[in-house]
C-alpha cells in the first residue's frame, strides 16, 4: 500500500485525489490546502490540513499547485529525503527543493473543474532524478489504470509543448470555425462530427497520412476564395495563410 | 422509391453509392465513370456505364467529380429539366448547367479512401434553387441516416471555409505535436487521448468556454519557455505566436 499526501486544491488535485482514492493499493492519507474551504467537503474521508507543520509521513508527497507555487511550496515541506513530485507539464524537476527526492508525476490531459474524468485515458508521464524512486511512482501512475510512460526533462517540455498545439491551439481554431459559420447563420453543430472524425482519424492513421484538403491539394481556386472571405478578418487570414503554408511545406510540391 | 444515377468515382462517390445501396427508399440506377476501370468491380451490382449518351433517367444526378470537372460534366449531360446535383463545398450551385434543376448536397466530412464511414456522422448540407427539388432532395439526403442541414450559398461556403479550420488545419498541429515530440523522442501516441478529449469537450461545451491553457491564462513565464523551444523552427514558432495572440484576443486581457 502507498500512502499519498495531497498538497493542493485546483482541478489536477482533485481529480488526483478522487483517482487515489479509488485505487486498490493506494491510500491518501491527507490532503494539505493553505487553506481548508475548498477542502473541508472531504473532511470525513481524509485527514485534511492547512498547517505544514502538521504533515503526516508518508510514501510520496503530491504537490498539485500552480506553477509559481511549486518551488516555494517544496521549500517549506519541514521535512527532508522524502519523494515530492509535483504535477506540471512546464516546470523542471530541479524546481523543487534539493532536500527531497526529487520527482515529476504528469497527467497528460486537459482537466475540467467538476467534469468526470476517466483515468484510463490520462498518459502519467513520470520522471525521477533517483533511479530508486521509479519503482513506486510507477505502481502509483499505473493505479490510476491509464497509460504511463517514463520521461526525462526535455521529452517532458516537449510533451507539454505538443500539448499546447494539439489542445489548446486545436480548440482555438475550433472557436475560429464558431465564429466562421456564425458569421452567415451556419450552425457550427454540423461541424462536430467531422471534429470527432479528424481527431479519431489519427489513433491509426499518422497525421501526416491523415492529411487532405485544398492546402495538401495545392488547390488554388479553392484557396483564394477561402481568403476572399476571410478579408473581413485579417487575423483569421493569416492563420489561413501560415497553416496552408505549413501543409504545402509538410507535403511538399504538387505532384505533376 | 428515389432512383438516382451517381457520377464519378472518388471517395465521395464510392462512400455515397454504398451508402444509398444500403437506403430502404432509394435504388441506384446506374454509375456513370469516364472510365470504366474505376467502377467495374460493382458491375454484377448495378449498370455501369463511361457513356453520357447512355445515362438512364433517374430523379437525380449526382455529379461527384472534382471540383473543376463539375461545371463541364454537367453542360455535358445530354438532357434538360432534370434535378441535377453536386457534392461539393466549394462550388458555387450556378456553376451546375441551367438546363438542370440545381442543387447541391454536400457531406459536411472527410472521406478516406477504403475506410469504413458511418453515415450517421455524415451532416448532408442540402441546397437547392427551385424550392420544389427540396423536399426529394431532403428524403435522399435522410435516407443515409445522418443529421441534415438546409443551406444557402454563403452558408455551404462558410461552412467549407471553417471545415478547413477544424479538419485540415487541425490536423496539421497534430503533425507538429508529432515532429516536436519525436524531436526529443518522446511518444507522440500518449498524446491521442489528450486529443481525443479536446474534440469531444465541444460536444456539450463551446470552444470559447473549453479553452484552457498558457495562453488564455497569459501566463508570461511557459510562453516564453515554449517559444525557446521552438527557437530553432521558424514556421512553428510563428503558428504558436499568432495563435497565442488569438486567444488572447478571443479572452480578452488578463483579469486582475
Given at each position: 500500500m502507498i500512502s499519498?499526501?495531497?498538497?493542493g486544491a485546483g482541478n489536477v488535485a482533485s481529480h488526483l485525489y478522487r483517482g487515489f482514492r479509488e485505487a486498490d493499493n493506494v491510500t491518501v492519507s491527507q490532503w494539505y490546502n493553505?487553506?481548508?474551504d475548498s477542502i473541508s467537503e472531504h473532511s470525513n474521508e481524509v485527514d485534511i490540513t492547512d498547517d505544514l507543520s502538521n504533515l503526516k509521513v508518508a510514501d510520496v508527497y503530491i504537490l498539485a499547485v500552480s506553477d509559481d507555487a511549486i518551488a516555494e511550496l517544496s521549500e517549506q515541506l519541514p521535512f527532508e529525503d522524502r519523494v515530492v513530485v509535483h504535477t506540471s507539464g512546464g516546470v523542471g524537476v530541479y524546481d523543487l527543493d534539493k532536500k527531497h527526492r526529487r520527482g515529476v508525476l504528469y497527467p497528460l490531459q486537459s482537466f475540467t473543474k467538476?467534469?468526470?474524468l476517466?483515468?484510463?485515458?490520462?498518459p502519467m508521464c513520470i520522471e525521477t532524478i533517483y533511479k530508486d524512486s521509479y519503482p513506486m511512482l510507477k505502481e502509483l501512475a499505473l493505479s490510476l489504470g491509464g497509460p504511463i510512460q517514463k520521461v526525462n526533462s526535455d521529452q517532458r517540455r516537449v510533451l507539454h509543448l505538443a500539448a499546447v498545439f494539439v489542445n489548446n491551439f486545436t480548440n482555438q481554431l475550433y472557436r475560429i470555425g464558431h465564429e466562421i459559420t456564425e458569421s452567415e447563420g451556419a450552425e457550427f453543430d454540423i461541424l462536430k462530427p467531422l471534429i470527432l472524425e479528424t481527431a479519431k482519424k489519427i489513433e491509426h492513421l499518422s497525421p501526416f497520412r491523415a492529411q487532405t484538403g485544398p492546402a495538401k491539394r495545392h488547390d488554388k481556386k479553392t484557396i483564394k476564395k477561402h481568403l476572399k472571405i476571410l478579408d473581413n478578418n485579417i487575423e483569421h487570414?493569416?492563420?489561413y495563410e501560415l497553416l496552408t503554408a505549413s501543409i504545402q511545406k509538410t507535403h511538399g510540391r504538387k505532384k505533376l
Open positions: 499519498v499526501v495531497i498538497l493553505r487553506s481548508l467538476g467534469a468526470e476517466d483515468f484510463a485515458n490520462v487570414k493569416k492563420i
